[in-house]
C-alpha cells in the first residue's frame, strides 16, 4: 500500500516536472485548432507557469474531466492553501454577462487576473505571470503569430477567455429530445423535465434559458449569519437586498460536477434536491431567503428521482466516463 503511495507521488512529481511550457498533456476533451488565439488559450490553461510556484494550472481547480470544475468542496491552490467558495464548471459561459458567485467580474477577459493573483489559489502578481510567458521563447512565438505582438496583459486574458468560450456543451440526451429524438431520454427524465417547469417544483423560474440560468443573484437560503457566513453579492453591492444571493449557476453538465453549491456543501444531486424540497431542515434560521422557496415542495421520492434523472440528461457526451 504504502509503496504503491511512494511510486504515484513519483509518478505525479515526474508529470509535473517533465510539464513543458506551451505544451499540452493528453486527453483534453475540447482539443483546439493549432496556431489558433482558442489554442494559445488551451496551452496556457493547462500551464502552472501561471502560479507563483509553477505547480498550479487552471485545470488543477478547473479539471476537464469533472466538466472542468472541482472535486473538492473547497479547492486547494498554491503551498496547500484553501480558499473558501467551491470552483464551478468553466463550460457554457461564453453567454454570460457576469462571473464568479458575486459577479465581481463583467467579462471572461475581465475574470482572468482574479485567479491568478489571487494568494490561496496561483499567487503570482498579474504583470509578473505577462512576465514569465513573455520569457518562454515557444509563447512569445506562439502569441507573435497569433496578435502579431508579445504577451501582455490584454493579450495573455484575451487567449484565456478565447479558450473558455470553446467550452460550450450541447451533445447532450437533452439537447437530442429536444431536437425530435423522443427515446433520447427515459420516461422519468421526461416527467422530471415537466416538474422542473411546473410551479410545483420552481427550478425553472431562476433556472431557464438554454443553459438553465436567468443570470440573476438570488438567494435560496444558505445564508444564516453564522455558520453559513458568505453573504454572496451583498460582498460587491454593498446593498442589503443582496444578503445571500449568489448568482444562479447554469446546470448543464451539473452531473459530473459535485459538490455542489458556493461552498461546495452537497455531494450529490440528491442531496440538493432534498435541500429544495425543504430548506429550513437544513438551515433552520436562514437570512432574506427567496419567497419562492418559503414553504416545502412536498416532493414525493419518485419525483425527487424524476428531477435526478433530468438533470443527468444535461451532461455532454465528452463528460460521460464517469
Ligand atoms: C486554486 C483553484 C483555482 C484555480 C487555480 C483557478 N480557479 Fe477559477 N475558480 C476557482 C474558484 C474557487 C472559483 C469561484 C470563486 C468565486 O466565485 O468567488 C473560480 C471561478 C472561476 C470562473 C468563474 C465561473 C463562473 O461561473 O462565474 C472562471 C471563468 C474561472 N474560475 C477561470 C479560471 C482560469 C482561466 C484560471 C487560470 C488562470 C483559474 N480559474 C484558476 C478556483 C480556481
Ligand atoms: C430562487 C431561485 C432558485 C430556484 C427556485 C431554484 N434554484 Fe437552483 N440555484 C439557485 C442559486 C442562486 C444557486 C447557487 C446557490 C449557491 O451557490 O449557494 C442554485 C444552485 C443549484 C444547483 C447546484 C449547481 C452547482 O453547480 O453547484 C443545482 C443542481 C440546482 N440549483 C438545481 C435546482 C433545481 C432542481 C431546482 C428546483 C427544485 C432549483 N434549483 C430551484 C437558484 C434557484
Known amino acids: ?22 505544451t499540452l498533456p493528453a486527453g483534453s476533451p475540447f482539443a483546439t485548432k493549432d496556431g489558433t488565439q482558442e489554442h494559445l488559450g488551451e496551452l496556457l490553461f493547462f500551464d502552472p507557469i501561471l502560479s507563483a510556484t509553477r505547480t498550479i494550472s487552471c485545470a488543477s481547480c478547473h479539471i476537464p474531466a469533472f466538466g ?61 505571470a505577462v512576465a514569465r510567458v ?33 467550452l460550450e456543451t450541447s451533445n447532450t440526451p437533452f439537447d437530442r429530445f429536444m431536437n425530435g429524438d423522443s427515446t433520447a431520454i427515459s420516461v422519468s427524465a421526461q416527467r422530471g423535465r415537466e416538474l422542473f417547469m411546473s410551479p410545483r417544483a420552481k427550478c425553472f423560474d431562476c433556472h431557464f434559458s438554454p443553459d438553465f440560468t436567468g443570470d440573476e443573484f438570488r438567494n435560496i437560503g444558505l445564508f444564516d449569519g453564522q455558520r453559513l457566513n458568505d453573504s454572496g453579492r451583498f460582498t460587491i453591492s454593498k446593498d442589503m437586498n443582496d444578503i445571500g444571493k449568489f448568482k444562479v449557476p447554469g446546470l448543464r453538465n451539473v452531473a459530473v460536477t459535485a459538490p455542489y453549491m458556493h461552498n461546495g456543501m452537497f455531494r450529490t444531486l440528491r442531496q440538493v434536491l432534498n435541500y429544495y424540497n425543504d430548506p429550513f431542515k437544513t438551515v433552520p ?38
Open 285 to 322: 434560521h436562514p437570512i432574506n431567503t427567496d419567497s419562492l422557496l418559503l414553504q416545502p415542495l412536498n416532493l414525493t421520492e419518485t419525483e425527487i428521482t424524476d428531477l435526478e434523472n433530468f438533470l443527468i440528461t444535461l451532461s455532454d457526451d465528452r463528460f460521460k466516463k464517469h
Open 1 to 22: 500500500m504504502k509503496k504503491v503511495a511512494i511510486l504515484s507521488a513519483a509518478v505525479l512529481c515526474i508529470l509535473s516536472v517533465a510539464f513543458i511550457s506551451g
Open 68 to 128: 472542468f470544475a472541482d472535486t473538492s468542496a473547497v479547492s486547494t491552490g498554491i503551498h496547500g492553501r484553501k480558499g473558501t467558495r467551491n470552483a464551478p464548471s468553466c463550460t457554457n459561459l461564453a453567454e454570460r454577462p457576469y462571473f464568479f458567485y458575486d459577479g465581481r467580474a463583467a467579462t471572461l477577459p475581465d475574470q482572468i487576473h482574479f485567479p491568478i493573483e489571487n494568494k490561496d489559489e496561483m499567487g503570482l502578481p498579474y504583470a509578473e
Open 134 to 166: 513573455s520569457a518562454s521563447k515557444t509563447y512569445l512565438a506562439r502569441f507573435k503569430k497569433v496578435y502579431g505582438a508579445p504577451p501582455n496583459g490584454k493579450n495573455l486574458a484575451q487567449a484565456l477567455a478565447a479558450y473558455m468560450t470553446t
